[in-house]
């Protein structure tokens, strides 16, 4: 199992500036290249403080610059928000310039409050995904490229610069049915519980084994993403504090997700959640350094083949950058063949 580095986008300071936002999450890209880290991921939100990443494709091309081996993953690209006709060009001219690192996850949007503000209502958010996915994937593998369909028109087109390589492509699904679905489509799957339980993560993951197994030999290269919170915890005080933390940075997550959408001036506001901070604490991988081994060693057993560690909870950047540095160190070398060919360098 190797490990995927959540690059942190909570903004729950509005006044701690952008420019200091993205330094952070350079930072942290570079520091999770050279502790062996596989990948780093990259979210696209806007007109909100949480996951804020408007450009994630920008984003990819300069961790690029000042990284060499991470690959970098789109978690996840909003397909409804863009135009296919246009955005095919740019995840071509993205992969061109990471070198072929680029790996493009893909989804249909999750805050009504966003998609609703920017033209695009979640409720038309599933069928306006699957005709996108559908116009980018046809204009990435042909010339000529016509469309007549309910949101996109237009005559014969060429994409250019054309694709120098295929281009990875990942599919968004939490729903069990549908990652089994787009699994057996061919897709590499990215998927999470959130703050759901442990068997949620098994219905999840079990459906992607179902699929590929059913597959055979055309589905051997398929892999499996999944993203947790994560935080190592140096003692029980630590622990009481980074789970307190999560819990905040969920009651405006949920707020946004399932909830009202109540945003002012950016910034989402907290509201109380019906998950009590028990269950909360159950659910993810927010411990210390040998219950982390045990809880990862469930998603190791059950076949996740990268866990995206999201210590995305509005930790200072210093001390988010300790916590990965810990991992790699005392986590990464029971999983990961990666960060042991590393150790013994």
Known sequence: MEFNHFISAYYPDVEYGGDRLYADMIEQAKLADALGYAS???????LINVLLTP???????HLACVTKHVKLMTSVVVLPLHDMRTYAGEVVMADILTNGRLILGVG???FAVEMERLGSPIS?????????LDVLQKLLAE???????????????????????????????????????CTKRGFH???????????????????????????????????LSLSRVTWLARNEADKKRRIQMAYDYYSRFDNVYTGPGLVSGGAIA?????????????????????????????????????IILNQNIGAPNDETMDNMRAIAEELMPHFSARRRAIAAE
């Not at 038309?124 to 996108?132: A, G, L, Q, Y």
């Not at 694709?163 to 069990?176: H, N, Y």
Request: charged share 25%; hydrophobic share 40%.
């Open 55 to 61: 450009a994630p494709l920008l984003m990819a091309v």
């Open 143 to 181: 010339k000529d490229v016509s469309w007549s369909g309910k949101y996109y028109n237009f005559d014969a087109l060429t994409v250019m610069p054309r694709p120098v390589r295929d281009i990875q492509l990942m599919m968004a699904v939490m729903v069990p049915d549908g990652i089994y679905a």
């Open 124 to 132: 038309e958010s599933r069928e306006k995904f699957d005709e996108s």
């Open 270 to 306: 907290p509201l109380p959640r019906k998950q009590t901070i028990e269950e909360l604490e159950e659910n993810l991988v927010v411990c210390t350094r040998d219950e982390m081994i045990d809880k990862l060693a469930i998603y190791h057993e059950a076949g996740v083949d990268e």
């Open 40 to 46: 780093v991921s990259i979210p696209e939100h806007h």
């Open 189 to 223: 799957i990215q998927t999470t519980p959130l703050s759901g339980s442990r068997e949620m993560m098994f219905g999840q993951v079990n459906s992607f084994h179902r699929a590929k197994a059913e597959m055979g030999d055309s589905g051997a290269h398929l892999t």
């Open 108 to 110: 249909r949007g999750a």
